[in-house]
Protein backbone atom coordinates (compact mmCIF):
# COMPACT_ATOMS: atom_id res chain seq x y z
CA UNK A 1 0.00 0.00 0.00
CA UNK A 2 1.16 3.61 -1.05
CA UNK A 3 0.02 6.92 -0.42
CA UNK A 4 1.06 9.99 -1.89
CA UNK A 5 0.16 13.04 -0.22
CA UNK A 6 0.24 16.55 -2.40
CA UNK A 7 -0.91 20.14 -2.87
CA UNK A 8 0.87 21.95 -0.04
CA UNK A 9 2.08 25.04 -0.45
CA UNK A 10 2.01 28.71 0.92
CA UNK A 11 -0.94 30.56 1.43
CA UNK A 12 -2.39 34.03 3.13
CA UNK A 13 -4.67 33.48 6.26
CA UNK A 14 -8.29 33.16 4.30
CA UNK A 15 -6.61 31.72 1.66
CA UNK A 16 -7.55 28.29 0.48
CA UNK A 17 -5.88 24.97 -0.43
CA UNK A 18 -6.61 21.56 -1.35
CA UNK A 19 -4.58 18.55 -0.68
CA UNK A 20 -4.59 15.02 -1.95
CA UNK A 21 -3.93 11.73 -1.21
CA UNK A 22 -3.56 9.30 -4.09
CA UNK A 23 -3.61 5.85 -3.10
CA UNK A 24 -2.54 2.60 -4.38
CA UNK A 25 -1.52 -1.03 -3.80
CA UNK A 26 -4.86 -2.37 -2.42
CA UNK A 27 -8.94 -1.62 -2.59
CA UNK A 28 -10.01 0.57 -0.10
CA UNK A 29 -13.68 -0.27 -0.14
CA UNK A 30 -13.39 -1.49 3.68
CA UNK A 31 -11.21 1.50 5.13
CA UNK A 32 -11.21 5.11 5.65
CA UNK A 33 -8.58 7.67 4.75
CA UNK A 34 -7.76 9.89 7.35
CA UNK A 35 -5.76 13.35 7.73
CA UNK A 36 -3.66 14.23 10.32
CA UNK A 37 -1.43 17.38 10.57
CA UNK A 38 1.94 17.71 12.96
CA UNK A 39 3.48 21.39 13.73
CA UNK A 40 6.61 21.87 14.35
CA UNK A 41 7.78 20.35 18.09
CA UNK A 42 3.75 19.14 18.19
CA UNK A 43 2.29 16.13 18.19
CA UNK A 44 -0.09 14.59 15.17
CA UNK A 45 -3.48 15.44 15.60
CA UNK A 46 -6.29 14.47 13.40
CA UNK A 47 -8.24 16.17 11.00
CA UNK A 48 -10.41 14.72 9.09
CA UNK A 49 -11.37 11.04 7.94
CA UNK A 50 -13.75 9.66 5.75
CA UNK A 51 -15.07 5.97 5.13
CA UNK A 52 -14.77 4.20 1.54
CA UNK A 53 -17.65 3.08 1.42
CA UNK A 54 -20.18 4.82 3.08
CA UNK A 55 -18.84 8.59 2.80
CA UNK A 56 -19.42 9.46 6.32
CA UNK A 57 -17.06 12.29 7.63
CA UNK A 58 -15.15 13.12 10.10
CA UNK A 59 -13.71 16.54 11.48
CA UNK A 60 -11.67 18.11 14.36
CA UNK A 61 -13.55 20.80 16.15
CA UNK A 62 -10.73 23.31 15.54
CA UNK A 63 -11.74 22.43 11.20
CA UNK A 64 -15.48 21.98 11.16
CA UNK A 65 -17.12 24.40 8.55
CA UNK A 66 -13.51 25.19 7.65
CA UNK A 67 -12.47 21.94 5.61
CA UNK A 68 -13.74 19.28 3.64
CA UNK A 69 -12.66 15.83 2.98
CA UNK A 70 -14.14 14.12 -0.01
CA UNK A 71 -12.86 10.87 -2.50
CA UNK A 72 -13.40 10.18 -5.87
CA UNK A 73 -13.31 6.42 -6.05
CA UNK A 74 -12.30 6.05 -9.27
CA UNK A 75 -9.03 7.92 -8.54
CA UNK A 76 -8.84 6.24 -5.60
CA UNK A 77 -7.87 9.44 -3.88
CA UNK A 78 -9.12 11.51 -0.69
CA UNK A 79 -8.99 15.54 -0.79
CA UNK A 80 -9.20 17.94 1.47
CA UNK A 81 -10.51 21.23 0.96
CA UNK A 82 -9.06 23.49 3.22
CA UNK A 83 -11.00 27.22 2.86
CA UNK A 84 -10.20 30.25 5.77
CA UNK A 85 -6.76 29.30 6.24
CA UNK A 86 -5.51 30.53 10.01
CA UNK A 87 -2.07 31.09 10.44
CA UNK A 88 -2.13 27.82 13.11
CA UNK A 89 -3.14 25.36 10.33
CA UNK A 90 0.62 25.53 9.63
CA UNK A 91 1.85 22.33 9.53
CA UNK A 92 3.00 18.85 7.58
CA UNK A 93 -0.46 17.51 6.79
CA UNK A 94 -0.36 13.64 6.36
CA UNK A 95 -2.72 10.94 5.26
CA UNK A 96 -3.17 7.68 6.00
CA UNK A 97 -5.47 4.35 6.10
CA UNK A 98 -7.43 3.45 9.48
CA UNK A 99 -6.78 0.00 9.94
CA UNK A 100 -7.85 -0.72 12.92
CA UNK A 101 -11.68 -0.93 14.08
CA UNK A 102 -11.08 1.99 17.16
CA UNK A 103 -12.03 5.56 16.87
CA UNK A 104 -11.42 7.52 14.02
CA UNK A 105 -9.83 10.26 15.65
CA UNK A 106 -7.06 8.37 16.99
CA UNK A 107 -3.56 7.90 14.50
CA UNK A 108 -2.52 4.62 16.45
CA UNK A 109 -5.63 3.62 14.31
CA UNK A 110 -3.91 4.20 10.93
CA UNK A 111 -1.12 2.99 9.34
CA UNK A 112 0.16 3.41 5.43
CA UNK A 113 1.02 6.91 6.24
CA UNK A 114 2.27 8.82 3.01
CA UNK A 115 5.08 11.14 3.10
CA UNK A 116 3.35 14.28 4.30
CA UNK A 117 2.91 17.58 2.25
CA UNK A 118 3.40 21.41 3.88
CA UNK A 119 1.01 24.01 4.40
CA UNK A 120 2.09 27.19 5.53
CA UNK A 121 -0.36 29.90 6.27
CA UNK A 122 1.05 33.42 6.46
CA UNK A 123 -0.59 36.07 8.88
Known amino acids: VQLQASGGGLVQAGGSLRLSCAAS????????LGWFRQAPGKERDFVAAINWSSGSTFYADSVKGRFTISRDNAKNTVYLQMNSLEPEDTAVYFCAVRVYRGSYYYADQYAYWGQGTEVTVSS
Open 25 to 32: GRPFSSYA
